[in-house]
Structure formats: structure tokens, C-alpha cells
């Protein structure tokens, strides 16, 4: 499955953004889709991964309550509503996708930038 994030900006703390990948491929439905980080000198972290189906989601302890992942399988989609940005919240936010169950991540997005402004 191929992968093109988008939605990436430039917001003021306390600000909302919503980030879309888009996925080609006739198969996205039987793979789990995550968002990963990555600021700059950090490695790149886990932020947030929905099941296949959408019923299950996870996230990581410093974006729960805030960021909310989401799919829409009919328009092979997966979205991450992120809402009281903090100025760590800046990187470069990538979606993934994975085999479902197995945690593992074998196709990328190209990545894109959100900048949160104190």
C-alpha cells in the first residue's frame, strides 16, 4: 500500500490541526494504520495506531486526550485530529500501515510538517 500524508501547518499553542493520509491500494482494509513523529535530533515515536476495522485504538501517554485517530476505509483514509497542541508536539508526522495484529510497519508516508508556535 502506498501512503501520502497531508495536513501538516503552522499553529499557535493550544491550536487544532487535522493530518489525512491517503492510501492507494485495494488491500487497506486488512492493514492497521498508526501516526509516528519524529522532531528534529529525536527518534522517530509512536503516536497513535487504529485496527483495521476502527474499533480499536492506542496512543501514546503524552498525546491521549488530546489527539483522536480515525479511519474511513470507503475512501481508504486514515486521519489524526490533533486539538490543544503544545510546542512539543513539532515534527514531522508520518502514517504507516501494517499487517493487521502484527505491530509491524512496512509501508511509509512521505511525511509532513507541523509546527506548534508558543
Known amino acids: 500500500v502506498q501512503l501520502q500524508a497531508s495536513g501538516g501547518g503552522l499553529v499557535q499553542a493550544g491550536g487544532s490541526l487535522r493530518l489525512s493520509c491517503a492510501a492507494s491500494?485495494?488491500?487497506?482494509?486488512?492493514?492497521?494504520m498508526g501516526w509516528f513523529r519524529q522532531a528534529p535530533g529525536k527518534e522517530r515515536e509512536f503516536v497513535a495506531r487504529v485496527r483495521w476495522s476502527g474499533g480499536t485504538t492506542s496512543y501514546a501517554d503524552s498525546v491521549k486526550g488530546r489527539f483522536t485517530i480515525s479511519r474511513d476505509n470507503a475512501k481508504n483514509t486514515v486521519y489524526l485530529q490533533m486539538n490543544s497542541l503544545k510546542p512539543e508536539d513539532s515534527a514531522v508526522y508520518y502514517c504507516?500501515?501494517?499487517?493487521?495484529?502484527?505491530?509491524?510497519?512496512?509501508?511509509w508516508g512521505q511525511g509532513t510538517l507541523v509546527t506548534v508556535s508558543s
Open positions: 504507516a500501515a501494517g499487517p493487521s495484529g502484527t505491530m509491524k510497519w512496512d509501508s
Open positions: 491500494g485495494r488491500t487497506f482494509v486488512y492493514y492497521d
